[in-house]
């Protein structure tokens, strides 16, 4: 998917419930074609439908495509970033100080 991108071509995802990479950063709906996965294994249905895209509607998703002024590996580090917080108040969480219930001690 990333090589696509970076060679400006206009990706086509097969797949149901599908996970994207940098999706919070990157509309992939502006500039990819999908089909779900019974669509992609009917015979010819993709080749077809590919056939019948027009030809404007594909150079609109193809202008789309987000210039890659950085690399996957800067993308997935911005990812990182953005999750950490979260990552960090769980960790927190777990090191906190656990003082049992005064009820529940033995004698």
């Given at each position: 998917?990333?090589?696509?991108?970076?060679?400006?071509?206009?990706?086509?995802?097969m797949?149901?419930q599908i996970?994207?990479?940098?999706?919070?950063?990157?509309?992939?709906?502006?500039?990819?074609?999908?089909?779900?996965?019974?669509e992609?294994?009917?015979?010819?249905?993709?080749?077809?439908?590919?056939?019948?895209?027009?030809?404007?509607?594909?150079?609109?998703?193809?202008?789309?495509?987000?210039?890659?002024?950085?690399?996957?590996?800067?993308?997935?580090?911005?990812?990182?970033?953005?999750?950490?917080?979260?990552?960090?108040?769980?960790?927190?969480?777990?090191?906190?100080?656990?003082?049992?219930?005064?009820?529940?001690?033995?004698?």
């Open positions: 998917l990333f090589d696509a991108i970076v060679s400006h071509c206009v990706p086509i995802i797949g149901d996970e994207l990479p940098c999706k919070d950063e990157i509309d992939y709906s502006q500039f990819s074609i999908f089909f779900s996965i019974n992609a294994i009917q015979p010819d249905y993709m080749v077809n439908q590919l056939r019948q895209f027009p030809k404007d509607r594909w150079i609109k998703m193809w202008r789309h495509t987000p210039p890659m002024k950085e690399d996957a590996v800067d993308m997935l580090w911005k990812q990182v970033k953005h999750k950490l917080p979260g990552v960090q108040l769980a960790v927190h969480r777990n090191r906190r100080l656990e003082v049992p219930d005064w009820w529940r001690r033995r004698r």
